[in-house]
């Protein structure tokens, strides 16, 4: 039976000019589990890519000149091959755009916070 018992970590934080991007690794944890609904699944994808986005992705990138963050939440199971450059079995679940202060801003909703939110492959919701 395969476990979903990993914790969500930072695969790689990068910046180019006055954009940030923060990956998170989700292979392993409970955002891939099907026993979870949809709803809680993204529900997890979207806390933890803000939990360690503040934890450790913000204070990664240390420019005070970035205006944009793009979080990718992602499922990595073989990162040997992602560091090579074959991305076949990579998953992107979700991308979410938003800006280091809005990020910070603890008087918004999460959803607020995380700002544009781009739902891919089966974390979708079919209309």
Do not use: H
Not at 27 to 32: D, E, K, V
Not at 44 to 61: A, F, H, M, P, Q
């Amino acid at each position: 039976m395969e476990r979903f018992d990993k914790a969500p970590e930072i695969l790689l934080v990068n910046r180019k000019g006055t954009k940030s991007v923060v990956a998170i690794d989700f292979f392993g944890s409970a955002a891939l589990d099907p026993r979870n609904s949809l709803v809680e699944r993204r529900q997890y994808i979207l806390t933890e890519s803000l939990r360690l986005c503040l934890k450790d992705g913000l204070d990664r990138v240390k420019d005070k000149n970035t205006t944009i963050v793009k979080i990718f939440a992602v499922s990595v199971p073989d990162r040997n091959e992602y560091a090579l450059g074959k991305f076949n079995k990579y998953r992107e679940l979700a991308i979410m755009s938003s800006d280091p202060q809005g990020l910070r801003d603890d008087r918004k909703s999460m959803e607020e916070r995380l700002g544009e939110i781009s739902w891919k492959g089966d974390f979708k919701i079919q209309d």
